[in-house]
Structures are given as structure tokens and as C-alpha cells.
């Protein structure tokens, strides 16, 4: 087969994503947990779906923003959906490690042990709320790193496993100092929290007005209320998701070059750790298989605006790269150079008419190439709409792109943005296609040389340029 052909049918090797096998009841327990959770908060579904999406992955939560903007009450209602024991602490510069792993047992001291006594604090926690996070002094660093990382608690002479699930950690500003830089790292989704819109703060207050006439404990009121999650559900569901969902090699080419952009490229630069790049790792292929998927998909990948930057600003940046790269149309240059090459052969053919089947059948191919692009550019989730999916869109086959994770106003953000790269690349494409087309007819009907060169001026000048004398 000519080498032609092969790279004609290397560019049709484009993986689509796959409609994962989950049963239906454990695909609608996810919209009904956001549901549960986002139960009469306003502007705060990219924060509840981010924190449901740090509980399923065992990841930990980071919210940046002013006080009274609801960052403690997602932390309670994490607890009360996975019914686990609740841990809430505000941390100050003279805070104590006593006030986060409990008091030392006075008599365990007598018999000359160092034990800590435990029960009500982080170490038996599943869920945990930690307010001004970065107020955390060296003596409570070492154990909370060692809890949030390994999720270990050493206690005495002993080191113990602890039942962590997520912890919500809170900061009205980021941290200063190099030595809060490995706790600032271990949390993998970082998101910063704004006050209401003014366009939502009608709704909030129409909210407050009716707290006390409604009740909303009422399942009747909505079939969310009694709804939870079982821990061991998550941490099954966790295993799954790893062994179901494969990441094909264009995402780990993204997430190269896309590291490789933030610590390069960007100023200043985007330092991000190794471990967090295994770590997001495992957060894209647990929201493929949730989203109901086994294959990750550059969909996914609008996530990492939550999970890479070090600032807040730079994750405008981020998001902004990963829907140029789902834009840009990777080919575009190499089907340039195959017809450019494809041309000049039919120049040649001209003299030797046995090339010319040959030609047609490899025109036609890479045509064909063209046109699954096109196709594929006109059905994009982006394009068509699909990209936010409802509670009853997760794992329905017409839908296999959507992603629960993505917030309204990501999406609709995201489709503002991409459209038009979108709109770029369809019509370099059709003109692609529209060239090929001619090329196709010029050899079926014999077409002169010389006709040739004035439909391509550029292409028979640099054709005779490179032609050797």
C-alpha cells in the first residue's frame, strides 16, 4: 500500500468516546446528589458540582473567597449526603494541633505514652471543614499533610489509617509563605468563590423571604431531600472507574503540552507537580465513567481550569488553551502537505498515465479523510448543544459526550468561545474538500498540465521552483 494511503488511514484512527456499561440506577444517583446538595443555593452549582466530583475521586476541595459566600455549608452538606462523622475547625496563627487531632491523654502520659485522644476530631472524621486553611502553623503541618496525602494519622508510637473522605479547605487569600506550598498542593480542585451576581441576588433574596414558610426537609417538596451516598459506594465506584476508562493518547499529549505551556510559556510560570498530574490523571477518567463514558474526551479536560493554576486569574488561561486545542484542527497541515504532494504527482502523471489510477484512488482516500472531519466538526458537542448534560441525559448513548461536571455557565462559556474556532476550522476544511474535488475530476478527465497550473498558480510555482534542473 502506498505510504499515502497509510497516512490517509492514520488521520481516520481518531478515537471516539464510548458509552460506558453502568446500570441506570447508579447513573441518576449523581444528578440526584447535586440535586440534594445544590437545594437552595444560588450561583453555586460549579462549587457543588466540583465538591461532589472531590468526594468521588478522594480528592480535597480548596475554596478561595470572601466570608458569607456559603464555603462552610457545602462542607456540611458533603457530610450530611455521605452520612459520615463531620469535623469543622477555624484555624488562627496560634492555633494548636489539640484543636485539630484532638488532646493528649493524660493517661496514656502516666504510662509514659504520647497518645492523642481522637474521637471527635480530624483523624475520625469523613468529612472535614477547615477555615483559613493556610493559618496552619509547622507544628500542625506535618500531620495534616500525612492525613490529607496518605490519609494516615500517626498517634503515639502507632500510625493509624483515617477515614477522610474530602476536606474542604477555605482562605480568603492564598498562601504567602514556601512553606505552605506542599499543603496548597495537596488540594487537586481549586476553585474561586465570588459573592451572588447581581443578576442572582433576587433570587437569593426571594429565597430568604420563604425560608420560614417552606420546609425543606419535606420530601415531598423535593425527591432529593432523603437522598445519600454510601461511603462504600464511592470507594467501589472509585476502583471502577480506573479499571473501566482507558485515556486515549491525544489527552496525554494534551496534558504535556499543556504542563509543558503553564511552566514554559506562561508568565510568570505555572509550576505544577508531578503528583498533581497523576492525580488529575485519575480525576478525568472518574468523570468519564460518571458522566457515563469510557473513554476520556477533551470534554473532560475543561475540568483542568479547576485543578491546574496557581492563581486565580490563570485559570481564564487554561480554559482558554484547552478549547483552542479541542478547536484546532490537528490535521489541517499534514492534509496540506499530502495534497501539495498529491498535485505535483499529477503534474508527473501527465507524462506517465499508468500513475493516474493510483492517484485517483489516493485523492479519493484522503477525500474521504476530509470529509469524516467535516462530519465530525458539524456534530461536535459544542456545536450541537450537548455539552452540559441533565440528570436525565448521564449515560444515554445520543449523549455519549456530555459531562456532569461542567457547570451551566462553563458550558455556555465554553460554547461562546468555541463556536467561532469552530466555525474557522469547518470552512478551512471545506475548502479542502472543494480542492480535492477539483483534483479528483482533473485526473477522472485527463486534465492538461498547463490547465492545472492555472487553477493552482501558488502550487505550480512552487512547483517549478523545487523542481530540479
Known sequence: MPVLLAECKQLQSAVRPEVATIDTEQASRFPLALRRLQLGLVDRDAEVRLL???????????LIGPPGTAKSELGRRLSALVQGTYFERLLTRFSVPEELFGPLSMKSLENDIYERQTAGYLPEASVAFVDEIFKANSAILNSLLTILNERLFDNGAERYPVPLICMVGASNELPESEEL????????IRREVAPVSAESLRELLDFARTMGSVDYNDESEDPSTGFALDLDELRGLRLKALQAVTLPEHIVDLLIDLRDYLQQKCEPPVYVSDRRMV????????????????TVSEIDCLLLQHTLWQRPEQAEIIREWVLHRMAQDKDATQIQYLFTGLFQRTCHANASPELKPTLLNEVRSLRQVVMQQLRDVETNPMTTGKLFASRKEIGQGEDSHASLWLSEEDCVRAKQSLVPLLKKSQTALEAQLEELLMLEVALEKDTPTFVLAEIWPEKWSDLIRSYPL
Open 181 to 188: 506550598d506542599a499543603l496548597y498542593d495537596r488540594f487537586l
Open 279 to 294: 492525580k488529575v490523571v485519575s480525576l478525568l477518567r472518574i468523570a468519564a465513567y460518571t458522566s457515563g463514558r469510557t
Open 52 to 62: 461532589l466530583l472531590a468526594a468521588l475521586c478522594g480528592e480535597h476541595l480548596l
